[in-house]
Every structure is written in C-alpha cells, then in structure tokens.
C-alpha cells in the first residue's frame, strides 16, 4: 500500500482492519512501519498539500481533507504554513500572500484575466473559489489587480 503512495496512520488502520488481522496486530504493524520510517504522518501531510495546491485547492479544503485522514491538527498547521517552499519558517505575511496569489491564479484558470464589474458575476467568482476551499480574505485579494 505505501509502495504506490503515502499513507496517513488512520488510512493504514483502516484498510488493514478490513483486512485479516486484528486490533492489537494492526497498532503493532503501524509501529513498525513507523520505526523503519515506512510510515509518517508528517510526511504524508507535507505530500497531500503540496498535491492539493497543485490542483488549485485553498487551504479551509485541504485541512478538512487532512482532519478527515485522521491527521493531527499540529501537523496540519504546520503543513500548511510550509506549503510555499517546504519549510515552516516563513512568515505568516508571506504565506498568506501564497494563497492570495493561489486563489488569483485559480481564479484567472477558471474565468480569466478579467476582474469582473458585475456584482452577479463577482459573486459567483467568488463562490467558486470559497467552494476550492479559500478563505474570505483571499477570495476578495483573487479580485485584486495586483500580481506579486
């Protein structure tokens, strides 16, 4: 299973509970996958955001998913501030400029490079980008001229 992709600790556990083996087998075998390093939750988290981002998904959509995987809110929080470069240093200013430029580029994709005037128009804009998952704030900066 780790082989084609990686796997959150909660995913594991439930296809192997489908599986043969019972309770206590199954925490013991997530032990050892997570002592040999075959396993991390941490790592699956860093690769789900980066692919989620990659698709155009704000991050409301992407924590939802991560929670639903049975992730760690820390992890979670930590995944998504180091989204940018892949470290978790940068600034809270700067990654919030990633995803305002995310939700601009998203927005572009989908309708083009025309801010709309329409108030109907601006709204179903809007909604789209609320519905990939991107806060208030970055929804209203996607409508904004500027390109950093």
Known sequence: ???????????????????????????????????????????FAQAFVRSRRTRGQGPLRIEADLRQRGVESELIESSLDGAEDGVGD???????????????????????????????????????????GFTEAQTRAAFSAQDE
């Open 90 to 132: 940068s600034s809270e200013e700067e990654q919030y400029a990633d995803w305002e430029k995310l939700a601009r580029a998203v927005r572009r994709k989908r309708f083009g490079d025309e801010i709309p005037r329409d108030i109907n128009e601006r709204a179903r804009q809007a909604r789209f980008l609320r519905s990939r």
């Open 1 to 43: 299973m780790l082989a084609a992709r990686e796997h959150s600790a909660h995913e594991l556990r439930g296809k192997l509970q489908r599986g043969e083996l019972s309770g206590d087998d199954v925490e013991t075998v997530l032990a050892e996958l997570a002592a040999q390093g075959l396993q991390s939750d941490q790592r």
